[in-house]
């Protein structure tokens, strides 16, 4: 059937009356956008000619048209609770502000899912406690195990609308750098239909923590929570303390049993939270025994081994000094590139446009910036992989990633395949396939994977695995990136957009 007819079809079976309830179409509001403009001074400082100053602006106001309620920094929820002898001193893993029912009518969410989100309070990589923010994307009918969907009509179904939904934590690629770009404020969660979207239609409760500096930009006494990316441990925390948090915030809803899963620099942390809980057992003693394992996708396990380097160094660098405090970033970046990272700090910018600012033009990196004790110690410290790790992990990796190479990837787990041969590890190779693709082209098979380790199924493939996927056509015949996008129909008036969505 043509669309057209078929869409016609889908209004003429509505139900009686619903004609009457559909508002008014209106033209789409633009009012929400960004009207950005670089300053003078700000073009002449950061050396932005004309071409890239008008694209940079396109960017940065497209970017911050995806912002929910204006973002973290104009929405009241991020605003931190004041502090009383009851939360002081602090711990990490307290809830310090809960959202039960978080308006989506901003949001690109799914329709019968429910969103939350909480204020928590977590440890950056030096141990201080400080606060940070996460969702929960809620199922409209939780994952059930060993018993069918609806119980006795006798008992009107309370038991099975009683029951707790299982959990996945999921942790974020790279979002961005500052407190704007958490997911919680993005209209599609960040990530959308790559993984929080059918999680949650599968029936988890999807947890996802910011990250921190990410959503809450300052303390209590105003001072910076900075974003220290790509410290996996520092991450794993946030992910596991937030958990907690979630717990006790909502625990006649949340099962204790989940399984964590990441992608990108959130694949670098679910590897990192297997990490933390083989390390750390009696700080996490409560969470342990609901523990079912961790998926680590296009993994971040060499910070420094992206075939971006430039990038990646600059925005490690600019978050350097809260856990150095002797680094600066004039040790690592030119003049111009430091320049540039004081722009991107200044406008808080996103993943977008810090790309574009900072691969455009000259070499912002100094030739010898690894000479400096920083940058070796910064990849001890923070990269995941090569540790003991509570297991099983299951790592999935592209061989046409550009953002984490396959080499890497496949070092990290063949090097921890040798340490630890002992451990379950399996390694899903998807041959030419693409770094956020590669979520999509393996989704049944990582569904799959939660399914059976929340159900309590042994692992079909025990100990060091490697399996490599093959597309069914010929590769040349797939699409090899994603041009999909989230539409925003906002308030009723806006849907005709999206005619489906009724």
């Known amino acids: ?286 969470l342990l025994p609901g523990y079912k394992g961790a998926i680590a996708a296009s993994p971040t396990t060499d910070v420094f081994g992206t075939p971006e380097r430039s990038f990646i160094v600059a925005v490690v660098g600019q978050g350097l000094h809260s856990i150095f405090s002797s680094f600066d970033l004039s040790q690592w970046l030119t003049p111009l590139g430091v320049a540039r990272v004081k722009l991107a700090r200044d406008l808080e910018l996103g993943v977008g446009p810090m790309i574009e600012l900072l691969l455009s033009g000259e070499d912002i990196l100094r030739s010898d910036w690894t000479e400096t004790w920083f940058a070796d110690a910064f990849s001890k410290l923070g990269n995941a992989g090569h540790k003991d790790f509570k297991g099983p992990l299951l790592v999935l990796q592209g061989t046409e990633d550009s953002y984490v190479p396959y080499s890497i990837t496949t070092k990290t787990v063949e090097d921890s395949w040798r340490r630890h041969p002992d451990h379950d590890l399996e390694y899903v190779v998807s041959q030419g396939v693409g770094h956020v693709p590669d979520l999509r082209a393996t989704k049944s098979i990582w569904l799959r994977w939660i399914d059976d380790r929340l159900a309590g199924k042994p692992l079909e493939k025990r100990g060091s695995v490697r399996t490599d996927l093959e597309s069914l056509l010929p590769i040349e015949q797939y699409l090899s990136y994603d041009n999909t996008f989230q539409a925003w129909g906002g308030l009723p008036q806006y849907q005709y957009q999206v005619p489906l969505a009724v």
């Open 1 to 286: 059937m043509p669309f057209k007819a078929a869409l016609l079809a889908s209004f003429l079976v509505l139900p009686s009356g619903t004609w009457a309830q559909l508002a008014r179409n209106a033209v789409y509001r633009t009012d929400f956008n960004s009207s950005f403009k670089f300053s003078d001074s700000q073009i002449q400082a950061a050396r932005l000619d004309s071409a890239l100053t008008t694209s940079l602006e396109n960017n940065i106001n497209f970017d911050r048209s995806q912002l929910a309620f204006g973002g973290s920094r104009e929405d009241d929820f991020y605003t931190l609770p004041p502090l009383s002898n009851e939360t002081s001193p602090l711990q990490p893993g307290q809830v310090l502000k809960v959202q039960a029912f978080t308006d989506q009518t901003a949001y690109s969410t799914p329709p019968n899912t429910a969103l939350s989100r909480i204020i928590y309070t977590t440890t950056n990589f030096n141990g201080t406690v400080i606060p940070a923010s996460a969702f929960i994307l809620w199922p409209y009918t939780p994952r059930q195990f060993g018993s069918p969907l609806h119980s006795a009509h006798s008992n009107r179904g309370k038991s099975d609308v009683a029951k707790k939904a299982p959990v996945v934590v999921w942790a974020h690629g790279t979002s961005g750098f500052f407190a704007p770009q958490n997911p919680s404020s993005h209209r599609a969660l960040w990530y959308d239909d790559s993984a929080p979207f059918p999680l949650a239609e599968a029936g988890y409760a999807v947890f996802a923590p910011d990250f921190a500096g990410l959503g809450i930009g300052n303390s209590w006494d105003g001072s910076e929570i900075p974003h220290q990316y790509h410290a996996s441990p520092a991450t794993a925390h946030d992910s596991l303390y937030g958990l907690r948090a979630a717990l006790a915030a909502f625990p006649e809803k949340l099962s204790r049993d989940f399984v964590a899963m990441g992608h990108s620099q959130g694949g670098g942390v679910a590897w990192g939270i297997a990490e933390v809980l083989a390390e750390e057992k009696d700080e996490f003693a409560d």
